[in-house]
């Protein structure tokens, strides 16, 4: 007699999704990547496709709001295209988007969580930032940006009237920070988060860039270039900026998604 112990057991064979998009980070950059996961985002709400995302960096799932709308994948899937490699199929939807429809998307899911406002609040403090309030903010990028920089910040100060300014400064360049404190106007006084000695914390690298960009999206001046991905980020997630005028961009580029 046989028994149901003896029978040989079937594995059965797992049924893999298909995907005709999806969305995994393909930079180490967090505002690169940050700036292609919205754009992703964007997209996939014009089109009106679920927004997968396998987020191997982690630079999304650990800091954002949960949300329904986003769907976390445990790996890479086997079938679809990558948004992250793929701008120009965003290009064909994001450019031809409404700015305001497109800032609405972005901000909408762009929502830091409790815990890292928490563990920003904890970095901020460290330099007796959580409570400053600033008049411009700037973006030093790229070699042979200070000049233009500075420009900006002239005309500023004279739309504004303002006798003096305080100014945050986002960078990773030491040298960029000191041209620009040799050659910017007296009158104006600067605060940065750039440290000279190699930090310790190892979250430091992205709580700096996530604090840099919290700090500028409060500010009602910029100053930075709309041809890169941080001044593309800081128009399309800013609290105080509601016209392209309140951003100098200085390397003379007009607002598009995707160049």
């Known amino acids: 007699m046989s028994s149901w112990a003896n029978r040989s057991v079937i594995p ?41 995302i396998n987020d191997s960096k982690r630079f999304f799932q650990p800091l954002l ?21 793929d701008s120009q ?22 929502q830091l ?3 890292t406002f928490q563990k920003l609040e904890a970095f901020l403090s460290n330099y007796g930032m959580t409570k400053q309030t600033f008049d411009v903010g700037i973006v030093l990028d790229i070699s042979g940006c200070v000049p233009q920089v500075i420009s900006a910040v002239h ?10 300014l305080k100014i945050f400064a986002m960078t990773d360049s030491v040298d960029l920070l000191k041209e620009f404190a040799i050659n910017g106007d007296k009158s104006w006084s600067f605060v940065s988060l750039l440290r ?44 105080r900026i509601q016209m392209e005028s309140q951003i100098v961009s200085v390397d003379g580029s007009t607002w598009k998604a995707i160049d």
């Open 89 to 110: 199929r965003m290009a064909s939807v994001l450019n031809t988007m409404n700015l305001q429809t497109l800032r609405r998307h972005v901000q909408s899911i762009y």
């Open 196 to 239: 000279t000695e190699v930090p310790s914390d190892k979250e430091y690298p992205l709580y700096k860039r996530i604090a840099e960009l919290k700090t500028l999206q409060g500010i009602d001046y910029l100053v930075a270039r709309f041809s890169s991905p941080i001044g593309k980020l800081l128009y399309l997630t800013s609290e």
């Open 113 to 115: 969580n409790g815990q």
């Open 65 to 85: 709001k949960v949300s329904p709308i986003l769907h976390y994948l445990k790996d890479t899937p086997t079938s679809g295209v990558n948004l992250a490699s």
């Open 155 to 164: 005309s500023i100060q004279k739309r504004t009237g303002k006798k003096t």
């Open 12 to 52: 059965q064979k797992k049924t893999e999704r298909n995907f005709s998009v999806f969305y995994e980070p393909t930079s180490d950059n967090y505002i690169e990547a940050t700036l292609s996961f919205l754009y992703g985002y964007a997209y996939t709400q014009k089109t009106a496709e679920a927004y997968y």
